[in-house]
């Protein structure tokens, strides 16, 4: 039978109805100490047996006192109680009860509690708030039969005298993951123990980490992997550029293991330091050393050390890295020492284990990203919301920073968008968000994101407390620089001129030679890399990244040097050395290859196009154009493409040379096509019709009459019907004329381009008969030259021509066989339409719902695409679709079905498509 509260307890509404209206609530914890000896001890059966009477003898004592729980796990408890005095009196009666129990010989339970008063609220069902991780935090340090009780609820119990109980001030102490210290009590009453060793928290063994005056955000999976590497290994090296975080990881970190060094923790801050000799007097002033009588200090540091189990934090250790040989000898000459170190290179001695900190992860940047990359992400993650950015660590650190200076601040949908963008820009690097989050005070989200075009301007200064080297991310990145030789400075402002990711091939061209550099190229990057300035990327060949911030530097650094024109001039030669080399393979076996690295190096080509436009160089510019539009296209880049084309146009340079000129109206008529601006399209075909016949060439006179004839083939209305584009016959004629010059310059390709042409116009024209034959002859021609892509939109074409006639089976295996090659090569245009031609499939079959995710899909995709096919596609609802779906769906169960087909990555549609079983669940 439970004894009585020592407390009269007073009506109190349920725990939820406080939690909403936003009252206090007090939180217990408790656990059983050495619940796993004791396992071992006595046995699995015997222990259970045991944990089991010990849940019923709290439970009783918790519901006694009005305890509601709301977690068991194991030996643990988490209860929460409508006053301070009902849970301090329940964690009484249950310590008690406890003690008075009969346990068998050799089993005696110990349970530790802790006990903390605030707020929660209510999420997902659950209670959520830093006052619950407080608790938890102080029953963590509490001994077995001791309960730890928190200032505030000790100050919410006013009359513990006639309650027979006291409290006895334990003083202030800093508990793991938590910033603020907390004052702790125990509570003393006749039947529990009152004498117990220190507790477990930081401070009560020696430690000089300095205190953290802000939360630590985010970073569980890096702590949780540098805890295994310390609990394994002596020595841990964390590496990464100026602003990453090393530090305060690594305080986090050693705070986290205060329980395996009784020794002490000490921080040894060295980036006053210069000299590698100063190191070892360094680390004696950390341990309180006086060096006297001559002796050296590294006898000092070992003898000091010598019979000690402790944990040294090696801060800033880059710019003394010569020092290596005197931590080898260290940990060689003291057995029960370990070592964290943090530095932009590693020491390179034994037993080193490195941990490169990466930034925080950030949300995927959706502007960088292609229309088939877009479409490949789970649907929660290309719609960015409040809801969902709160599940990235960068953007919670954002939000703490930015409601620190602005306590008003919120992320709501409609700065959620510029936010995301922030921290992906910002490559969640921990100190250039926390120098963004700190313009919040002035600036919206969406103004800092203008302003991150430059963001060593943009994030100016930080906190006046930081050291210098933290306070801009300029400074933190001189300091790297200036630690480098004359060649590898060279280097690295070289590299500035890369965006996005540099290979070795593109590297040693653009800035070598060795001789200019006074170094290997390949050494240089190297080096550079182990100084934490370029990023080794994962995959199979070797390839760097920068950070956009030191790319910044190193770029003011270029110019400052008078390199600029020249660096740029050898970059954007060889990319568009590289573009020309692609544009031929887009269309044969390696395709996907070259496409692929096109979309690798798409930031480095925008770079090199972006220069060229700028400085009015024809040659550069449309080359680059020219080559890159096929790519743009298949990649789902139109967007992008049309307003570069548009813009190279209207510019006076773009006209001095008529070959030039040419070659830009072809690039931006093909993306007029895919936009169905068939307007447009027109006059920038004709104008290349007109160019070539002037030049007398007539390879390139037969293409652009075939691409002029596209002007007559569909509608610019997608609701008018085809066969009325072309009253004069003006698109019969040029087909005609290219054939036959194709047929007098030998060009097999080129005619099968024609007849693929007429096949077009004669399917458009609602003559499918006569296409079907046409289209067969030219796939045939292409698949003899082994032009992958047209092969396939030859296959699309004669699909939706045998469909038209009724021919389901055929249709079906023609489709599946465009469907097969689009995927192959990653093109997202071809993809979009044969989604259609799926829908459209399955709409004649007399299936709507799957008619109708198949719609989905299609529209979906051509939506990221940025074709303006999209109101052809449309099309399909009025042709197919409804008058299938009619007598059988309703308007909203055809929009369910085709979000559900939206939704679907690219992977999805395709095995949907494919295979007529089910759609994908969880889509």
Same mark, same amino acid.
């Given at each position: 039978?439970?004894?009585?509260?020592?407390?009269?307890?007073?009506?109190?509404?349920?725990?939820?109805?406080?939690?909403?209206?936003?009252?206090?609530?007090?939180?217990?914890?408790?656990?059983?100490?050495?619940? $796993?000896? =004791?396992?071992?001890?006595?046995? $699995?059966?015997?222990?259970?047996?045991?944990?089991?009477?010990?849940?019923?003898?709290?439970?009783?004592?918790?519901?006694?006192?009005?305890?509601?729980?709301?977690?068991?796990?194991?030996?643990?408890?988490?209860?929460?109680?409508?006053?301070?005095?009902?849970?301090?009196?329940?964690?009484?009666?249950?310590?008690?009860?406890?003690?008075?129990?009969?346990?068998?010989?050799?089993?005696?339970?110990?349970?530790?509690?802790?006990?903390?008063?605030?707020?929660?609220?209510?999420?997902?069902?659950?209670?959520?708030?830093?006052?619950?991780?407080?608790?938890? /935090?102080? *029953?963590?340090?509490?001994?077995?039969?001791?309960?730890?009780?928190?200032?505030?609820? /000790?100050?919410?119990?006013?009359?513990?005298?006639?309650?027979?109980?006291?409290?006895?001030?334990?003083?202030?102490?800093?508990?793991?993951?938590?910033?603020?210290?907390?004052?702790?009590?125990?509570?003393?009453?006749?039947?529990?123990?009152?004498?117990?060793?220190?507790? /477990?928290?930081?401070?009560?063994?020696?430690?000089?980490?300095?205190?953290?005056?802000?939360?630590?955000?985010?970073?569980?999976?890096?702590?949780?992997?540098?805890?295994?590497?310390?609990?394994?290994?002596?020595?841990?090296?964390?590496?990464?550029?100026?602003?990453?975080?090393?530090?305060?990881?690594?305080?986090?970190?050693?705070?986290?293991?205060?329980?395996?060094?009784?020794?002490?923790?000490?921080?040894?801050?060295?980036?006053?330091?210069?000299?590698?000799?100063?190191?070892?007097?360094?680390?004696?002033?950390?341990?309180?050393?006086?060096?006297?009588?001559?002796?050296?200090?590294?006898?000092?540091?070992?003898?000091?050390?010598?019979?000690?189990?402790?944990?040294?934090?090696?801060?800033?250790?880059?710019?003394?890295?010569?020092?290596?040989?005197?931590?080898?000898?260290?940990?060689?000459?003291?057995?029960?020492?370990?070592?964290?170190?943090?530095?932009?290179?590693?020491?390179?001695?034994?037993?080193?284990?490195?941990?490169?900190?990466?930034?925080?992860?950030?949300?995927?940047?959706?502007?960088?990203?292609?229309?088939?990359?877009?479409?490949?992400?789970?649907?929660?993650?290309?719609?960015?919301?409040?809801?969902?950015?709160?599940?990235?660590?960068?953007?919670?650190?954002?939000?703490?920073?930015?409601?620190?200076?602005?306590?008003?601040?919120?992320?709501?949908?409609?700065?959620?968008?510029?936010?995301?963008?922030?921290?992906?820009? =910002?490559?969640?690097?921990?100190?250039?968000?926390?120098?963004?989050?700190?313009?919040?005070?002035?600036?919206?989200?969406?103004?800092?994101?203008?302003?991150?075009?430059?963001?060593?301007?943009?994030?100016?200064?930080?906190?006046?407390?930081?050291?210098?080297?933290?306070?801009?991310?300029?400074?933190?990145?001189?300091?790297?620089?200036?630690?480098?030789?004359?060649?590898?400075?060279?280097?690295?402002?070289?590299?500035?001129?890369?965006?996005?990711?540099?290979?070795?091939?593109?590297?040693?061209?653009?800035?070598?030679?060795?001789?200019?550099?006074? /170094?290997?190229?390949?050494?240089?990057?190297?080096?550079?890399?182990?100084?934490?300035?370029?990023?080794?990327?994962?995959?199979?060949?070797?390839?760097?990244?920068?950070?956009?911030?030191?790319?910044?530097?190193?770029?003011?650094?270029?110019?400052?040097?008078?390199?600029?024109?020249?660096?740029?001039?050898?970059?954007?030669?060889?990319?568009?050395?590289?573009?020309?080399?692609?544009?031929?393979?887009?269309?044969?076996?390696?395709?996907?290859?070259?496409?692929?690295?096109?979309?690798?190096?798409?930031?480095?080509?925008?770079?090199?196009?972006?220069?060229?436009?700028?400085?009015?160089?024809?040659?550069?510019?449309?080359?680059?154009?020219?080559?890159?539009?096929?790519?743009?296209?298949?990649?789902?880049?139109?967007?992008?493409?049309?307003?570069?084309?548009? *813009?190279?146009?209207?510019?006076? !340079?773009?006209?001095?040379?008529?070959?030039?000129?040419?070659?830009?109206?072809?690039?931006?008529?093909?993306?007029? !096509?895919?936009?169905?601006?068939?307007?447009?399209?027109?006059?920038?075909?004709?104008?290349?019709?007109?160019? !070539?016949?002037?030049?007398?060439?007539?390879?390139?006179?037969?293409?652009?009459?075939?691409?002029?004839?596209?002007?007559? $083939?569909?509608?610019?209305?997608?609701?008018?019907?085809?066969?009325?584009?072309?009253?004069?016959?003006?698109?019969?004629?040029?087909?005609?004329?290219?054939?036959?010059?194709?047929?007098?310059?030998?060009?097999?390709?080129?005619?099968?381009?024609?007849? !693929?042409?007429?096949?077009?116009?004669?399917?458009?024209?609602?003559?499918?008969?006569?296409?079907?034959?046409?289209?067969?002859?030219?796939?045939?021609?292409?698949?003899?030259?082994?032009?992958?892509?047209?092969?396939?939109?030859?296959?699309?074409?004669?699909?939706? *021509?045998?469909?038209?006639?009724?021919?389901?089976?055929?249709?079906?295996?023609?489709?599946?066989?465009?469907?097969?090659?689009?995927?192959?090569?990653?093109?997202?245009?071809?993809?979009?339409?044969?989604?259609?031609?799926?829908?459209?499939?399955?709409?004649?079959?007399?299936?709507?719902?799957?008619?109708?995710?198949?719609?989905?899909?299609?529209?979906?995709?051509?939506?990221?695409?940025?074709?303006?096919?999209?109101?052809?596609?449309?099309?399909?609802?009025?042709?197919?679709?409804?008058? $299938?779906?009619?007598?059988?769906?309703?308007?909203?169960?055809? &929009?369910?079905?085709? &979000?559900?087909?939206?939704?679907?990555?690219?992977?999805?549609?395709? *095995?949907?498509?494919?295979?007529?079983?089910?759609?994908?669940?969880?889509?």
């Amino acid at each position: 039978m439970q004894e009585p509260s020592p407390f009269p307890e007073l009506a109190q509404p349920p725990v939820q109805a406080a939690e909403s209206a936003g009252a206090t609530l007090t939180f217990v914890f408790s656990d059983i100490e050495g619940s $796993t000896r =004791l396992e071992q001890a006595i046995g $699995t059966v015997a222990y259970g047996a045991i944990r089991e009477r010990h849940r019923a003898l709290l439970r009783a004592a918790f519901a006694a006192h009005g305890g509601e729980e709301q977690g068991t796990e194991g030996d643990s408890f988490f209860v929460v109680f409508r006053s301070a005095r009902g849970a301090i009196a329940a964690a009484l009666a249950a310590q008690r009860a406890l003690a008075a129990e009969p346990w068998p010989e050799g089993a005696e339970v110990r349970v530790r509690m802790g006990v903390h008063s605030g707020e929660a609220r209510t999420h997902a069902g659950s209670l959520l708030g830093i006052d619950i991780n407080r608790a938890a /935090r102080i *029953a963590a340090v509490a001994h077995g039969g001791q309960v730890l009780v928190s200032e505030v609820a /000790r100050s919410l119990v006013r009359d513990e005298g006639q309650a027979g109980i006291s409290f006895r001030d334990l003083g202030s102490h800093r508990l793991k993951d938590l910033d603020q210290p907390e004052q702790l009590h125990q509570l003393v009453a006749d039947g529990l123990r009152g004498e117990f060793p220190p507790l /477990r928290t930081i401070g009560a063994r020696p430690n000089t980490l300095p205190a953290q005056l802000t939360s630590f955000v985010g970073r569980a999976t890096e702590r949780a992997a540098v805890d295994r590497l310390l609990a394994g290994h002596r020595l841990v090296t964390l590496t990464g550029p100026g602003g990453t975080g090393k530090t305060r990881l690594s305080i986090e970190v050693a705070g986290h293991a205060a329980d395996s060094f009784p020794d002490g923790i000490f921080f040894v801050p060295l980036d006053a330091v210069r000299d590698p000799g100063l190191v070892a007097s360094q680390i004696a002033g950390a341990l309180g050393l006086s060096e006297s009588g001559g002796r050296p200090a590294r006898d000092l540091v070992v003898d000091w050390l010598a019979r000690r189990t402790a944990l040294l934090v090696l801060d800033n250790f880059e710019q003394v890295v010569d020092a290596a040989p005197f931590v080898a000898d260290l940990l060689r000459s003291v057995p029960g020492l370990k070592l964290i170190v943090t530095s932009r290179a590693s020491l390179r001695i034994s037993g080193e284990h490195e941990y490169p900190v990466p930034g925080l992860p950030a949300p995927p940047d959706l502007s960088g990203l292609s229309a088939m990359e877009r479409a490949q992400l789970p649907l929660r993650d290309r719609v960015v919301d409040a809801e969902g950015l709160a599940t990235y660590e960068s953007v919670r650190l954002f939000i703490e920073r930015a409601t620190a200076v602005r306590p008003g601040f919120q992320v709501t949908n409609d700065n959620a968008p510029a936010i995301a963008a922030i921290c992906a820009k =910002l490559q969640g690097m921990p100190l250039a968000i926390e120098l963004a989050a700190a313009r919040v005070r002035v600036l919206s989200p969406d103004a800092i994101l203008a302003r991150l075009t430059s963001q060593l301007t943009a994030l100016g200064a930080g906190s006046r407390d930081l050291p210098e080297r933290q306070q801009t991310l300029r400074g933190a990145i001189a300091w790297s620089y200036d630690i480098l030789d004359a060649g590898d400075r060279r280097l690295l402002e070289r590299l500035s001129v890369f965006r996005g990711g540099i290979d070795l091939e593109a590297a040693e061209a653009v800035c070598g030679p060795a001789e200019e550099l006074h /170094r290997d190229v390949v050494d240089g990057l190297g080096e550079l890399a182990d100084q934490s300035l370029l990023r080794v990327v994962d995959g199979g060949e070797a390839r760097f990244q920068m950070l956009e911030t030191i790319r910044e530097f190193a770029a003011e650094m270029l110019v400052a040097h008078g390199e600029g024109d020249l660096v740029r001039g050898r970059f954007g030669a060889w990319f568009l050395g590289l573009a020309e080399r692609a544009r031929p393979l887009l269309a044969g076996p390696d395709q996907r290859t070259w496409l692929d690295r096109l979309e690798m190096e798409h930031d480095n080509l925008r770079a090199a196009l972006d220069r060229a436009t700028a400085a009015g160089d024809a040659g550069t510019a449309i080359g680059l154009a020219f080559a890159l539009w096929r790519f743009w296209q298949m990649r789902g880049h139109l967007f992008e493409a049309r307003l570069r084309l548009d *813009a190279m146009s209207a510019a006076p !340079w773009s006209r001095q040379s008529p070959v030039l000129h040419a070659r830009l109206l072809e690039a931006l008529g093909g993306v007029c !096509w895919w936009q169905a601006d068939v307007a447009a399209m027109r006059v920038a075909y004709e104008e290349a019709v007109t160019l !070539w016949r002037a030049a007398g060439n007539r390879s390139e006179l037969a293409n652009a009459l075939y691409n002029y004839s596209f002007c007559f $083939t569909i509608s610019p209305n997608p609701r008018e019907a085809a066969s009325n584009t072309d009253p004069d016959g003006i698109g019969w004629a040029s087909l005609q004329e290219a054939l036959e010059l194709y047929r007098a310059l030998g060009d097999e390709r080129g005619q099968a381009n024609v007849l !693929w042409g007429i096949g077009n116009k004669e399917y458009f024209s609602n003559d499918p008969t006569a296409g079907v034959a046409t289209l067969t002859e030219a796939l045939g021609i292409y698949r003899r030259v082994g032009d992958r892509t047209m092969e396939a939109w030859a296959l699309h074409m004669l699909g939706a *021509a045998k469909l038209r006639l009724g021919d389901l089976e055929a249709s079906r295996g023609l489709f599946a066989g465009a469907l097969r090659l689009f995927q192959g090569s990653g093109d997202a245009s071809g993809l979009t339409l044969v989604f259609d031609d799926f829908a459209s499939q399955a709409a004649y079959d007399g299936d709507p719902e799957r008619a109708a995710r198949l719609w989905g899909a299609a529209r979906s995709l051509t939506a990221s695409t940025g074709a303006g096919l999209a109101s052809y596609v449309d099309q399909f609802l009025d042709q197919f679709l409804r008058p $299938t779906a009619q007598a059988m769906l309703s308007p909203e169960e055809v &929009a369910r079905l085709a &979000a559900e087909g939206a939704a679907m990555t690219i992977d999805q549609v395709v *095995a949907y498509a494919l295979e007529s079983g089910e759609a994908p669940s969880g889509s």
